[in-house]
C-alpha cells in the first residue's frame, strides 16, 4: 500500500511485508519519523480532547427544540462525522506513532494495529466521505436559499434533507467495502518467531489489482476531493457574492433574509476551514512524486489539518452565531444554577443584535440601525 490511499494514512508501505519506518536507518529518515511522532503522539491527542468537548457541546446545543430547521440537520450530520473522524484517528495513529520511541507499546504496533487497521481504514474512509459529501450539500442548501429564496420552499424541507443523508451514509458505507477487501494479515512477520507476536499486513489479489488501483486512487481522488473541492469552491462564492449585495442593501432585508444571511455565514466560514485543512491532502494522493522520508513529513502536517477541520467548527459556531452562545449559556446556566452563567447569558441577550446583526437562528429579531446600535453602547457603558 502506498501512501496515497488516505489521508488517514501513517506513511505505511507493506512492500515484501515490511514497515516503511522499521526500515529507517538515516538520521534524515528519523528526522522526519520524530517529527510525525510531535503531530501524532503528542498534538493530536490534544486536539482530540479539545475536539471532542468541543463537538460534545455543540451537539448539545443543536438537538435543542428550537434548531430543528433543514439546515440545522445538516449540521448535526457535520458533528457526528466530525467526532467519529477524531476518535478513530486518535485512536489509530496515535499509539501507533508513539510505539517507535516506547517500547511498552511494540505489541500495540506488532500485534494490534494491523489487525485494526483494516477496520480503522473502513470506518475513518466512510465517515469522511459521509462528512464531505454533507458538506457539499450544506453548501448546496444554503445557496439555494441565499440565491434562490423564492424556489428554497419547494426545493428544500425536512424530510429530503433527511432523506439525502440517508443516501450519503448508504452510498459511503458501500462505496468504501472494497477496503475491507485488499489487505489480509500474516503472522509470523519472519521465520522463527512464534506466530502471534507480530502480524504484517499483506496485499491481497484483489488489492493489487488494476481496478483496485484505480479505484482507491482515481476515483477516492475525484469523489474525495476534485469534485467537491471544487463544488464547495463554486457555491460559496455565490453564496459570498449574495451576501454582499445582501449587506449592500441591509436597510431593505426582511427578517427572513436576515436569518438566512447569518446561517450562510457560519456556513461559508466552516466550508473555508473545510477547503484550507481538505486541500494539502489532495497532494498526498501524489506520493510517488516525492522522497519517502518527505511524504513521511508531509503526512505528519496533512493528516494533523484533516483532524483539526474536524475539531474546530465549535470555534466558528461560538464566534460568530450569538445564538448558538446564548443557548450555550442556557446550557451552562442549567447546570450551575444561580451562577455567574445566567447573568454572562442575560448580557448576550441584552447585546444581541447589536453588532454586525449576525444570529445563529431560526428565530425572528428586530434590526436596529447602526445610530441606534452606538446609542445603546453608550447606555451600556454608562450603566457599568
Known amino acids: ?26 538520521s534524515v529518515c528519523w528526522d522526519a519519523i520524530y517529527l510525525q511522532y510531535v503531530f501524532n503522539g503528542i498534538l493530536l491527542p490534544i486536539l482530540a480532547v479539545v475536539g471532542i468537548l468541543g463537538n460534545a457541546l455543540t451537539m448539545v446545543v443543536l438537538w435543542r427544540r428550537e434548531m430543528h430547521s433543514s439546515t440545522i440537520i445538516l449540521m448535526r450530520g457535520l458533528v457526528v462525522t466530525d467526532t467519529g473522524i477524531i476518535i478513530v484517528a486518535c485512536v489509530a495513529m ?31 474512509m466512510s465517515i469522511q466521505q459521509c ?3 454533507i458538506t457539499v450539500a450544506t453548501s448546496v442548501e444554503r445557496y439555494v436559499s441565499i440565491c434562490h429564496p423564492f424556489k428554497a420552499s419547494k426545493w428544500i424541507s425536512k424530510k429530503k434533507t433527511k432523506i439525502s443523508l440517508a443516501i450519503i451514509t448508504i452510498v459511503s458505507i458501500i462505496y468504501n467495502i472494497p477496503r475491507c477487501l ?73 427578517i427572513q433574509e436576515d436569518n438566512e444571511a447569518n446561517l450562510s455565514l ?53 464566534a460568530v452565531g450569538r445564538k448558538f452562545r446564548k443557548n450555550l449559556m442556557k446550557f451552562f446556566s442549567r447546570v450551575f444554577r444561580g451562577s455567574s452563567f445566567s447573568e454572562i447569558s442575560r448580557s448576550s441577550q441584552s447585546r444581541r443584535g447589536t453588532v454586525g446583526g449576525y444570529e445563529l437562528n431560526n428565530t425572528t429579531y428586530t434590526a436596529v440601525s447602526e445610530e441606534t446600535q452606538i446609542e445603546n453602547l453608550e447606555k451600556m457603558r454608562l450603566k457599568d
Not at 98 to 112: D, G, Q, S, T
Request: charged share 10%; net charge neutral; with cysteine.
Open 266 to 318: 457560519v456556513l461559508v466560514l466552516i466550508v473555508v476551514v473545510f477547503l484550507l485543512c481538505q486541500t494539502p491532502g489532495l497532494l498526498a494522493q501524489f506520493d510517488t512524486l516525492f522522497d519517502p522520508t518527505v511524504m513521511i513529513k508531509y503526512l505528519a502536517v496533512s493528516n494533523f489539518l484533516f483532524v483539526t477541520n474536524s475539531s474546530v467548527n465549535f470555534l466558528i459556531y461560538t
Open 131 to 133: 462528512n464531505v459529501w
Open 1 to 26: 500500500m502506498g501512501v496515497h490511499e488516505i489521508n488517514f494514512a501513517l506513511n505505511l508501505s507493506y512492500n515484501n511485508g515490511e514497515y516503511l519506518q522499521d526500515s529507517c536507518n538515516t
Open 182 to 254: 485488499a489487505f489480509k494479515t500474516k503472522t509470523p512477520c519472519v521465520e522463527g518467531q512464534s506466530s502471534g507476536e507480530c502480524f504484517v499486513l499483506m496485499t491481497t489479489e484483489f488489492g493489487g489489482s488494476d481496478f483496485y488501483h484505480f479505484y482507491q486512487l482515481y476515483l477516492y481522488t475525484f469523489l474525495i476531493y476534485v469534485i467537491p473541492l471544487c463544488s464547495l469552491l463554486v457555491l460559496n462564492l455565490l453564496i459570498i457574492n449574495e451576501l454582499m449585495r445582501m449587506r449592500r442593501r441591509r436597510a431593505g432585508l426582511n
Open 94 to 124: 496515535t499509539p501507533y506513532t508513539l510505539a517507535f520511541y516506547h517500547p511498552e507499546l511494540r505489541y500495540f504496533k506488532n500485534v494490534i494495529y494491523p489487525n485494526i487497521y483494516m477496520p480503522c481504514t473502513f470506518l475513518v
